[in-house]
């Protein structure tokens, strides 16, 4: 828990990003963000093309320092750690460009992280037990995907949402506090996009879980977040509820790549 005050009755954040920025040499690609995620909470955030949305995400999950700034997880100073310790505190992420193991089936796919997280990976044989539990979870997964027709199929002969929805279920194995989704609908035609945004929602839903995703797909971001975080050159230019993000003119001069005024 944060030791910082709060008025009574406020829910601690999830996730607390303080005034963090990252350069890479002379550019500045994320820019004194200051951002908090409550728990349960679904937030998308939007903005242009190399408006620094992945960089913030690597940052969050920890594939590089930030250059200044603190990134709190559930009130844990998170910032100088590893990216494994913080999927260990219950951080999962998926990419922009779908990671999965393309040759092994959905299953196969499933089984890797559960075996991780059991400390079982290396181990020659697994106990009849330990097997019964991961198989037990894969089911789990594989049906909250609607994956049940298709999980004993190498992930490659699988249409794109497949193999997307099996990354999605992949970083939901290890039961996160915390999920990442970078364009979960990237590349996607109308069905499938349909399709994984109810799949995100069901997540939500049903599980509580506490989601953050970029997306570029505006329908997308309407149908599913509380709010929004809008970032543009690096800097957050605005936060607020779908409506008032759709109404905010900055966001429109922003996508319409106007000047942006603050
Ligand atoms: N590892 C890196 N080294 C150097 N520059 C980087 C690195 N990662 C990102 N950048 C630069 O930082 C800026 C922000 O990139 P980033 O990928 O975070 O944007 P984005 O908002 O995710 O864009 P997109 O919508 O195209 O995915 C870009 O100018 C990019 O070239
Ligand atoms: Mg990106």
């Known amino acids: 828990m944060s030791a910082e005050r709060r008025p009574a ?154 193999q997307r929805t099996t990354e999605i279920l992949t970083a939901l194995a290890l039961s996160p506090r915390l999920l990442l989704l970078d364009e979960p609908t990237a590349g996607m035609g109308d069905q499938e996009t349909y399709d994984i945004t109810r799949l995100i929602r069901r997540l939500h839903r049903e599980t509580g879980l506490t989601i953050a995703l970029i997306e570029h797909d505006m329908r997308v971001v309407f149908h599913l977040a509380d709010r929004i975080a809008v970032l543009a050159e690096g800097a957050l230019l605005g936060e607020g509820t779908p409506e008032e993000i759709a109404r905010d003119e900055r966001v429109q001069a922003a996508y319409l790549g106007e000047e942006v005024h603050a």
């Open 9 to 162: 009755g406020a829910a601690a954040p999830l996730l607390h990003v303080d005034n963090v920025s990252r350069h890479f040499g002379s550019l500045v690609a994320v820019d004194r963000v200051s951002l908090t995620i409550a728990p349960g909470e679904l937030r998308a955030i939007i903005g242009p093309n190399g408006a620094g949305k992945t960089t913030f995400f690597n940052l969050i999950s920890g594939f590089f320092p930030p250059t200044s700034g603190r990134i709190l997880f559930a009130g844990t100073d998170v910032t100088p750690m590893p990216p494994e310790r913080r999927v260990a505190m219950g951080m999962a992420r998926t990419f922009q460009i779908t990671e999965v193991f393309p040759e092994l089936t959905v299953r196969e796919n499933l089984r890797i992280p559960l075996e991780v997280a059991a400390g079982k990976r290396l181990a020659l044989r697994l106990s009849a037990a330990d097997d019964a539990r991961i198989e037990a979870r894969i089911d789990e997964l594989v049906a909250m995907g609607h994956l049940e027709a298709r999980a004993h199929r190498p992930v490659n002969e699988l249409p794109h949402g497949d």
